[in-house]
């Protein structure tokens, strides 16, 4: 073989064939995820209204919220933490840990639940959408800043790409009467 047989071959490394790692993808991962988002998601509200009745009266009480199912790895559970607080960045999590890369994460999300670490937190983010535009009446600039969505652009766009509709039509689709106030 001449200078030029390396070129050819194919028993190089996927660096030199991609000049890039390729993303992983569920369909070549060839297992199941362990974990949903539904399943790790953590309501943002710290406080529920339950009814109570003695039989002659009916009131109201506040129970705190239960907390979700941990996965058990340490990172994880703080990354979970970190975009329950409102949070989103994969990058600025891992400045926190000296030598954690935003690859490194992709890669134990990538694990744990069949998806890349942007594209659980885009899911995370529009679940907490979805709940504070059921339950509270806040101005839907204070919902994109609470949610970690950002911008009302930002939330406009993902109302668009989760349901299709305005975040004003979602509002007044999923909102039933009594569910205003029912978390703080």
């Known amino acids: 073989m001449g200078g030029n047989a390396w070129k050819t071959r194919n028993d190089r490394t996927w660096y030199d064939k991609y000049r890039r790692r390729p993303k992983p993808q569920i369909r070549k991962a060839g297992f199941k995820a362990q974990w949903t988002v539904e399943q790790l998601w953590r309501n943002p509200f710290k406080e529920e209204r339950r009814y109570k009745t003695d039989g002659e009266r009916v009131w109201w009480e506040w129970i705190a919220v239960s907390p979700p199912a941990g996965t ?28 954690l890369r935003s690859d490194d994460l992709d890669s134990l999300s990538f694990v744990l639940t069949g998806m890349r670490a942007v594209d659980f937190s885009a899911k995370y983010r529009a679940m907490t959408v979805d709940v504070m535009l059921r339950y509270t009446d806040l101005p839907l600039k204070e919902v994109a800043r609470r949610s970690g969505i950002g911008t009302m652009n930002n939330l406009y766009l993902t109302c668009k790409r989760e349901w299709g509709v305005a975040p004003t039509e979602r509002r007044k689709a999923i909102q039933k009467q009594g569910d205003a106030g029912r978390y703080r």
């Open 72 to 99: 058990g790895v340490k990172i994880f559970d703080e990354w979970l933490q970190y975009l329950s607080e409102g949070n989103y960045e994969a990058w600025t999590f891992c400045c926190r840990y000296p030598g």
